[in-house]
């Protein structure tokens, strides 16, 4: 363990961004979501280019079709350690 370094972020993701990155990663296209979330591809296309706020809500539904927790989409760069520290 004393070669372990704690890596760098390099690169800040929007709510948007990550949508877009779980959705992807899961070989999804933005209209195989809408169909498993129901909310409309436009919709869904508005939310990863970061022009239409996302909300609980629309934030929980993404959740449960992408398998992770609503916290991974709607805070992708929150560091607890810099949380601590203030």
């Known amino acids: ?3 372990y370094r704690r890596a760098k972020r ?3 993701v929007t709510p948007g961004e990550s949508v877009r990155i779980l959705r992807e990663l899961q070989e999804l296209s933005q209209n195989d979501l809408s169909k498993i979330t ?3 591809q ?3 296309s508005a939310i990863e280019r970061d022009r239409v706020n ?3 809500e629309r934030a929980k539904v993404l959740a ?4 992770c927790h609503p916290a991974v989409i709607v805070f992708p760069g ?4 810099a949380e601590s520290a203030a």
């Open 78 to 81: 929150w560091d607890i350690s």
């Open 1 to 3: 363990m004393s070669d």
């Open 38 to 40: 129901s909310i409309p």
């Open 64 to 67: 449960r079709a992408l398998r």
């Open 42 to 44: 436009s919709t869904i």
């Open 54 to 56: 996302l909300g609980v």
């Open 10 to 12: 390099r690169v800040e």
